[in-house]
């Protein structure tokens, strides 16, 4: 079993920037692969981004070129740095972590109950 507990969800003006954390803890995997999604009441959850045991990344169009994903493996936490947040970045951000697949398999899965371990989640409201 895999823990995971985020932090670093914040209110911040649009143009700012937030780095949230997700703190990993369990059972270690090799081919480890974990990412963010966010959710947001009335719409579909969405897979921001992932990473994998390779280092590789994948992104969501939406946050591309904005959000960056990363990893301290001695620490086991996992980071988002967010910069030039929108107000349509608003969301409950939720870490999850799996297995066996890669990053960019996974970014199409993360947000799915099967995908894996999830998060609590933390809430970033940019206005």
């Known amino acids: 079993h895999v823990q995971l507990v985020e932090s670093g969800g914040d209110s911040v003006q649009a143009g700012g920037s937030l780095r949230l954390s997700c703190a990993a803890s369990?059972?270690?995997?090799?081919?480890?692969?974990m990412g963010w999604f966010r959710q947001v009441p009335g719409k579909e959850r969405e897979g921001l981004a992932t990473?994998?045991?390779?280092?590789?990344?994948a992104y969501a169009d939406s946050v591309k070129g904005r959000f960056t994903i990363s990893k301290d493996n001695d620490k086991n936490i996992l980071y988002l740095q967010m910069d030039s947040l929108t107000p349509e970045d608003t969301g409950t951000y939720r870490c999850?972590?799996?297995?066996?697949?890669?990053?960019?398999?996974?970014?199409?899965?993360?947000?799915?109950?099967?995908?894996?371990?999830w998060g609590e989640g933390t809430q970033v409201t940019v206005s």
């Open positions: 999850a972590a799996s297995w066996d697949v890669t990053a960019p398999a996974a970014l199409g899965r993360i947000s799915s109950p099967e995908f894996g371990y």
């Open positions: 369990g059972r270690n995997y090799v081919k480890w692969c």
């Open positions: 990473l994998d045991w390779r280092g590789i990344t």
